[in-house]
């Protein structure tokens, strides 16, 4: 297992940049540059190589269910984590149940693909934002028995606030509504074991905090779930047999890869193996609570020099990022990239996302640099 400055040595564009961009893009990594020349090297070798392509599928979707504690036939590969809730979406009874329950702080791609649900029943229901946070109670009680579904990120991207997930999980047991937790804002950083944490659903992409490529999602399906509605998006990579090649039969399984439609994006399984690879050695207790100390350091500096963060001061709610307000976040990052100092704009947001590979430096670099562009702002 590495230490943070070793497992920072992992990733060499970092000893000339400042990465705190991870909740848009993960850094470089070693093993993702050599899995990109394996890549070419597999088709140069082989031609068509699509067993050893397969087994890098595979191999992504067995480090993603051990990354979460679950089973491998738990797990279906999908593109996007929009994509993984369509099909989650495509398979609920919305005249049985038509609640289907959101907020404000879910990421847009997903609320859209909610609201998409209107058509077919669903009555979307949004907790609202307030001064940046879901109020747990205000999101148990939007939980009721005419729920079809609940959905909850573990992680805001707005602000990288924690929604309360657990407190949303016990309530929609006990009124028999199924949990969709989009943890792409957190998984890689905040240690997650799905079985324990009791949800029906999980998606998360492989580019953000999995140190990944754009291109690849995994989405979990607890074991013994059953559609109320087969999914509507298929293909043969959905079938029980991939390989019978029957035009006239759909064949769906019982396990997660019903969710899975056509051929995978193998560039994007190469980096998604290279980047649960990488992650492996880094032990997610101290991952966490790394993260953790940089995070509140950087919010009690950016606070001290005058900022205005939007994420919460109280350090349970933070997740791994601090937002700050700004009328021209772009302008900002800009001014940033040029000291190379990798940042992520949002709308009126600055995001500022730690990961295990960042340091204390980084974190007083940026500091020091925001605190430049005010000064010959002023
Ligand atoms: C929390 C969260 N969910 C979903 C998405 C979108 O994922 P995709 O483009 O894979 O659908 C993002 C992308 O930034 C995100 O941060």
Redesign the pocket.
């Known amino acids: 297992m590495l230490t943070p400055a070793a497992f920072r040595r992992r990733f060499p564009a970092l000893q000339d940049t400042v990465h705190l961009a991870s909740?848009?893009q993960g850094a470089l990594s070693d093993t993702l540059s050599a899995a990109l020349v394996e890549l070419q090297h597999t088709m140069r070798q082989d031609g068509a190589p699509w067993g050893r392509w397969m087994a890098e599928v595979d191999t992504a979707r067995r480090l993603f269910a051990d990354l979460i504690g679950a089973d491998e036939d738990e797990v279906a590969v999908v593109?996007?984590?929009?994509?993984?809730?369509f099909q989650v979406a495509s398979t609920q009874d919305w005249a049985a149940r038509p609640t289907l329950v959101t907020t404000d702080l879910?990421?847009p791609?997903?609320a859209h693909v909610w609201l998409a649900q209107r058509p077919r029943g669903a009555d979307v229901r949004f907790v609202d934002e307030r001064e940046g946070v879901a109020s747990p109670e205000e999101y148990v009680a939007a939980v009721d028995e005419t729920c079809g579904l609940v959905s909850v990120?573990l992680?805001?991207?707005r602000n990288g606030v924690r929604l309360p997930v657990r407190e949303v999980i016990a309530r929609s047991r006990e009124v028999g509504a199924p949990v969709f937790v989009?943890?792409?804002?957190g998984l890689g950083v905040e240690p997650v074991v799905v079985h324990e944490l009791g949800c029906d659903y999980l998606?998360?992409?492989a580019?953000?905090y999995l140190l990944g490529l754009?291109g690849i999602?995994f989405l979990y399906v607890r074991r013994g779930l059953v559609d109320p509605v087969p999914p509507s998006a298929t293909g043969w990579f959905g079938q029980a047999d991939p390989f019978a090649f029957d035009p006239r039969r759909i064949d769906v399984p019982t396990h997660a890869r019903r969710f899975e439609s056509g051929t995978p994006a193998i560039p994007s399984a190469f980096g998604a193996v290279a980047g649960l690879t990488v992650l492996r050695e880094a032990p997610a207790a101290e991952v966490r609570d790394h993260v953790a100390g940089l995070t509140a350091r950087l919010h009690e500096q950016l606070v001290d020099d005058g900022e205005k963060p939007w994420s919460p001061a109280d350090p349970a709610l933070r997740g791994p990022q601090v937002a700050i307000r700004d009328d021209r976040p772009d302008a900002l990052a800009a001014h940033l990239a040029e000291r190379r100092i990798v940042t992520s704009p949002r709308g009126d947001l600055l995001r500022l996302s730690l990961h295990y590979y960042n340091d204390t430096d980084d974190v007083d670099a940026v500091v020091r640099a925001i605190h430049e562009y005010r000064k010959a702002a002023r």
Request: charged share 10%.
């Open positions: 909740c848009s593109p996007t984590a929009s994509a993984g809730a879910e990421f791609s997903v990120p992680v805001s991207y989009d943890a792409y804002q998606v998360a992409g580019l953000k754009p999602a």
